[in-house]
């Protein structure tokens, strides 16, 4: 989902997705990308972008080589769904906002 929002003279275009999980097949995969690519490609350059939504990988809390994406607050191990996501990002030069803070234990 795709919502652009206009204030004053700025835009904001904010998207909603939901990755598809690991056990699905790469084909979908790819699409979901492909598809998600196709978005972002749509979006003026002067526009804002916000993607958020459940990305259903890992990108590891190190940050070797994602330094300018990646701020260091992630966990878990990197598994195939975290580098999709960090090589997304990293074409589109975006940020994982959420890496940049260390959040708060759950109980």
């Given at each position: 989902m795709s919502v652009k929002l206009v204030v004053g003279s700025e835009i904001l275009n904010v998207v909603s997705v939901y990755v598809p999980q690991v056990g699905l097949d790469e084909e979908t995969k790819r699409l979901f990308w492909e598809d998600l690519e196709e978005v972002v490609q749509s979006i003026l350059q002067t526009e804002g972008l916000l993607i958020g939504g459940d990305f259903n990988g890992h990108i590891r809390s190190r940050r070797?080589?994602?330094?300018?994406?990646?701020?260091?607050?992630?966990?878990?191990?990197?598994?195939?769904?975290?580098?999709?996501?960090?090589?997304?990002?990293?074409?589109?030069?975006?940020?994982?906002?959420n890496s940049f803070f260390k959040k708060k234990r759950s109980t």
């Amino acid at each position: 989902m795709s919502v652009k929002l206009v204030v004053g003279s700025e835009i904001l275009n904010v998207v909603s997705v939901y990755v598809p999980q690991v056990g699905l097949d790469e084909e979908t995969k790819r699409l979901f990308w492909e598809d998600l690519e196709e978005v972002v490609q749509s979006i003026l350059q002067t526009e804002g972008l916000l993607i958020g939504g459940d990305f259903n990988g890992h990108i590891r809390s190190r940050r070797e080589g994602y330094e300018t994406i990646h701020g260091g607050f992630g966990y878990g191990v990197r598994n195939s769904g975290g580098m999709s996501i960090l090589d997304f990002v990293m074409a589109y030069e975006l940020s994982i906002v959420n890496s940049f803070f260390k959040k708060k234990r759950s109980t």
